[in-house]
């Protein structure tokens, strides 16, 4: 992975694990890379609707439909699409 | 090699197709309700054989390339897949669920007639077309929307405001238009509507958003008074959080039904029942989507807006756009609601030919449908007995004449308007000096709710005369506050509010319309003539020349143009 991507990736990593915790009440620490979004953290179908809109808003993108359900952790998710992150919208 | 491009509409309600050549021009383009003659056409496929085979025929398809072009990129997900994305979330409770403006059932339904389209597209066209000449393409339904209002807007640049129902992820988009080429800004995720909100709407007025019944609301509206508290409960049910709509929540909800319980109106109570909600629910459309389009607009307002999606349809929203945000001009196009997607899609597969190019110009024309046959107006002008038939020299003066002595006029004339407005190609034309005029149209040949305005048409040239902050409106979209002493001149044309949806006729875009409206102001010094469309209540503007006919026939009309062929019942037969 090229470093502006790795540097996207990191920064997707960061923005979800804050998001899902603020969801979820819990503190950021609690919330995995590696988690099922919805089996291991309980965030609803709605929530990973709100979440995909909140994601294309801060990285510049767009998103399938369906990518948080089909990719369904934070580590995927961010794989996925670092690559995609409007150069504008990551601190490099 | 040429290359064609035909746009399918196929959202499953508004079915459409259009087609579009290799130089980016739109040869043709139709709502299949029109065809069918069954409004809205719910569940109909976009390439009936006959309706499209027709066009095609006249095409050189021989050595082809057909470009299919679908208006949505993906299927909605189906119930079952619902279920199982539900499976994996542990407090979601039923598989599908209300979003609290339309049922659970209507949401399955919806997604239902959805999915069937979208995985249909192209299969009727491979038995025309050999495979190594088709294309199939599928588009983001949103950027269809936009690509066929900014096409068909006179703008380099522009902001771009999309709010329907619902896209492939949510209700709303905000594209920028710069240089004639779309960027898509944002936009919204999750079941925050205003499209939602205003079918809910119209449920609670009584009247039924599947057949299209918004107009009543939209008509109605101006009878009531909005009350302020009832306005503030609706506007709660959203949240508008930077221009996204997002639903408030089954509190917010549930207090604004409490509130709009005792104005609720029950399907075939007195429509009056429901006037105060229809202003209210008004009223609070307008503050919610303010709160969106103030959002998209570079730093609050300015420049050029472009909107579409089926709230466009909201003229009266409309006409208040232009002042509140001190725009320079408003477009929406003569089709913003689905239908338009099938000239959208087919416009993004030229696109994707042509990148060297921005978006193509000269797509503003609505006249893109369906032409009477000219062997049955020559039938009919032969055949009709009893009718007069004036077939000779100048029929829009003639037409001018008529409408001056207070006869009521169809009009059936050239290629079919493209949209929901007849703009003189599918028309009733009339006095609309006559008060007494509204009533008639009504009580002799439509059928409609006499509370329910009929639109002015009125020369360009002339609109500052007769109207507040006059703007270009060829295709009705705005509704525009009368000047002082309208009312005496043209009492059949205004609104109980003091507007008109107005459509402003210029010689060069509506030359017919311009000749007639010229002629009918020399005669009465009033260049208005009354337009509404050529329909009776509940069925689409009429297609063939034989539903022309039949309308003629079985009401009281006076008069029927068909193309350059006037029939006229003799004068004491309608009354």
């Known amino acids: 992975m090229p470093s502006d991507d790795r540097a996207a990736r990191a920064e997707i990593v960061s923005f979800l694990r804050g998001r899902v915790a ?45 990518t948080l359900f089909d990719l369904p952790s934070i580590g995927r998710v961010a794989d996925a699409i670092a690559d995609r992150v409007a150069p504008d919208r990551v601190a490099r | 090699m040429s290359r064609f491009y035909v746009g399918l509409s196929v959202s499953g309600h508004d079915p459409a197709f259009a087609v579009v050549d ?25 390439d009936h054989p006959t309706h499209l085979g027709d066009v095609l025929a006249t095409l050189p398809l021989d050595d082809a390339t057909v470009v299919v072009a679908a208006s949505w990129a ?107 080429r779309l960027q898509r800004r944002w936009r919204s995720w999750g079941p925050g509507s205003l499209g939602a ?80 909600l229809a202003a209210s629910g008004q009223a609070a459309y307008a503050q919610l989507a303010d709160r969106v389009v103030g959002a998209a607009l570079p730093d609050g307002g300015g420049g050029a807006l472009v909107l579409s999606g089926g709230c466009a349809l909201n003229s009266a929203y409309n006409g208040t756009l232009r002042r509140r945000f001190e725009l320079a001009a408003v477009h929406v196009p003569c089709a913003p609601a689905d239908d338009g997607n099938a000239v959208g899609a087919a416009l993004l597969a030229w696109l994707d030919a042509h990148p060297e190019q921005g978006l193509p110009r000269g797509v503003a024309s609505p006249f893109l449908g369906t032409r009477p046959s000219t062997r049955e107006v020559a039938a009919a002008a032969r055949h009709m007995g009893g009718a007069g038939v004036h077939a000779a020299g100048d029929t829009a003066a003639h037409v001018a004449r008529l409408l001056a002595d207070g006869r009521i006029v169809g009009v059936m004339r050239g290629a079919a308007e493209f949209g929901p407005r007849a703009l003189g190609h599918r028309s009733i034309l009339a006095d609309p000096r006559r008060p007494e005029m509204k009533d008639e149209i009504n009580r002799r040949v439509k059928g409609r709710e006499p509370y329910r305005p009929f639109a002015p048409a009125v020369l360009a040239e ?29 009492p059949a044309v205004v609104h109980a509010d003091g507007t008109g949806r107005l459509q402003t006729i210029a010689a060069d875009e509506n030359p017919w319309m311009h000749d007639v409206t010229t002629a009918f102001a020399r005669l009465t010094g009033v260049p208005i003539v009354l337009n509404t469309s050529f329909n009776v209540m509940g069925k689409p503007i009429a297609h063939s020349v034989g539903d022309a006919l039949a309308v003629f026939g079985t009401t009281g009309l006076d008069a029927l143009v068909l193309d350059d062929v006037v029939l006229e019942k003799p004068a004491a037969a309608t009354t």
């Open chain 2, 462 to 490: 002339s609109a500052s005369d007769w109207f507040d902050d006059a703007q270009p409106s060829p295709y009705m979209s705005f509704a525009l506050r009368w000047r002082g002493g309208a009312h005496d001149r043209v």
């Open chain 2, 197 to 276: 909100y205003y079918s809910w709407l119209t449920s609670l007025c009584g009247f039924d958003w599947r057949a299209g019944e918004e107009w009543k609301v939209m008509g109605l509206a101006a009878l009531g008074a909005a009350d302020p508290v009832l306005v503030a409960a609706l506007v709660n049910t959203l949240v508008i959080d930077r221009g996204r709509p997002v639903l408030a929540g089954p509190d917010a909800f549930a207090a604004a039904r409490a509130a709009a319980a005792p104005f609720v109106r029950r399907r075939g109570a007195p429509v009056e029942m429901a006037a105060v």
């Open chain 2, 22 to 46: 290799d130089a980016g021009r739109v040869l043709f383009a139709e709502a299949t309700e029109r065809f069918l003659q069954d409004k809205r056409a719910w569940g109909a496929a976009p």
């Open chain 1, 22 to 66: 603020e969801k979820i009440r819990q503190p950021t620490e609690q919330v995995l890379e590696t988690g099922h979004l919805i089996r291991d953290y309980g965030l609803t179908s709605l929530d990973a609707v709100v979440l995909s809109g909140e994601l294309e808003d801060r990285f510049g993108l767009e998103l399938e439909p369906t």
């Open chain 2, 74 to 180: 993906h299927a909605k997900p189906s119930d079952e897949e619902i279920a199982g994305r539900a499976a994996n979330a542990p407090d979601t409770a039923a598989p599908v669920e209300s979003d609290g403006f339309v049922t659970a059932a209507q949401l399955s339904w919806l997604r239902h007639l959805q999915r069937q389209l979208f995985a249909g597209v192209g299969a009727h066209l491979r038995t025309i077309v050999p495979d190594d000449r088709l294309e199939i393409r599928r588009y983001d339904h949103h950027l269809a929307h936009a690509a066929y209002a900014a096409a068909s807007s006179p703008f380099d640049d522009a902001t771009c405001v999309v709010i329907d129902g619902e896209g492939e992820v949510g209700s709303t988009s905000v594209f920028d238009l710069r240089q004639r």
